[in-house]
């Protein structure tokens, strides 16, 4: 699936996968990482919520991925 190492990381699960009760949206990394010079190779789209990710490059070369899989507003019961 990817030919050279990557770097994974999941806003919104804990470690075993399991929904956080409260975590920074994706689109908030993108937008601080990108307020600071950092270059992004894909960029989720600012216009939506939800599930979305973002990639970058880290000096080394390694793909960093950050992968939201669930909605950063909880639904309420």
């Given amino acids: 699936m990817f030919d050279k190492n990557i770097l ?3 806003p919104g699960w804990d ?3 399991q929904k956080l009760a409260t975590f920074t ?3 908030e ?3 601080q990482l990108k307020a600071t010079g950092v270059k992004l190779q894909t960029e989720a789209d600012v216009d939506t919520t939800g ?3 973002f990639t970058a490059v880290d000096p080394d070369g390694n793909m960093i ?4 899989h669930v ?3 909880l639904e309420l019961k």
């Fill in 25 to 27: 949206d994706v689109r």
């Fill in 29 to 31: 990394l993108q937008r």
């Fill in 51 to 53: 599930p979305a990710s």
């Fill in 15 to 17: 470690s075993n996968a």
């Fill in 65 to 68: 991925l950050v992968d939201q």
């Fill in 71 to 73: 909605n950063a507003i």
């Fill in 8 to 10: 994974t990381f999941n």
